[in-house]
T-cell receptor
Framework: AQTVTQSQPEMSVQEAETVTLSCTYDTSESDYYLFWYKQPPSRQMILVIRQEAYKQQNATENRFSVNFQKAAKSFSLKISDSQLGDAAMYFCAYRSARGAQKLVFGQGTRLTINP | DADVTQTPRNRITKTGKRIMLECSQTKGHDRMYWYRQDPGLGLRLIYYSFDVKDINKGEISDGYSVSRQAQAKFSLSLESAIPNQTALYFC????????????????FGPGTRLTVL
């Protein structure tokens, strides 16, 4: 079974600085997808970024980018120019390219932005 | 209007009561999911459904049942609620998977906070 691990329960960063959230996963599959979801205090789960494992190029979405290391099974999220609105819980998630499409989530990292 | 809605948003109930949480979606997706979120554990899958006639257990289905009344509706029931079912419950939807198209993403409802006393 696949597992996802986020080893940083909490992180903090100064506004306008850059922060990187870590995620590692374990799988025997070669074809899969990885996601970062954001959960602000409103508790809504919001998709931040997605990465297809068969693509070598790292995904980017405005100030958000990932460092996908397939061999190392690592998928970190970098947030540039941090803003107060980035404060939230961040979840890393894995999904197989086959089967049920169910998401396997990490434990989450709580990100605080210091003004 | 939200694409994925959940009712109620908050619910407090007592041990032994039957509870139903409802999920509706207007995205036209055929796949629907129920997850549970506990502090420090992330989200875990309870049940999922590929269509009205296809329902499957997730990793933590004990104590729960589901009903897919229509393509757009997927409800979760707790037949006899117990305190350790106190959690945040999310419904999610996705489209049938087709490689090369943006169908691999799950979209979440706003969540239902359930407290069992």
């Amino acid at each position: 079974a696949q597992t996802v691990t986020q080893s940083q329960p909490e992180m903090s960063v100064q506004e306008a600085e850059t922060v990187t959230l870590s995620c590692t996963y374990d799988t025997s599959e070669s074809d899969y997808y990885l996601f970062w979801y954001k959960q602000p205090p409103s508790r809504q789960m919001i998709l931040v970024i997605r990465q297809e494992a068969y693509k070598q190029q790292n995904a980017t979405e405005n100030r958000f980018s990932v460092n996908f290391q397939k061999a190392a099974k690592s998928f970190s999220l970098k947030i540039s120019d941090s803003q107060l609105g980035d404060a939230a819980m961040y979840f890393c998630a894995y999904r197989s390219a086959r089967g049920a499409q169910k998401l396997v989530f990490g434990q989450g990292t709580r990100l605080t932005i210091n003004p | 209007d939200a694409d994925v809605t959940q009712t109620p948003r908050n619910r407090i109930t007592k041990t032994g009561k039957r509870i139903m949480l409802e999920c509706s979606q207007t995205k036209g997706h055929d796949r629907m999911y129920w997850y549970r979120q506990d502090p420090g554990l992330g989200l875990r899958l309870i049940y999922y459904s590929f269509d009205v006639k296809d329902i499957n257990k997730g990793e933590i289905s004990d104590g729960y049942s589901v009903s897919r009344q229509a393509q757009a509706k997927f409800s979760l029931s707790l037949e006899s609620a117990i305190p350790n079912q106190t959690a945040l419950y999310f419904c999610a939807t996705s489209d049938s998977y087709r490689r090369g198209q943006d169908t691999d993403t799950q979209y979440f409802g706003p969540g239902t906070r359930l407290t069992v006393l």
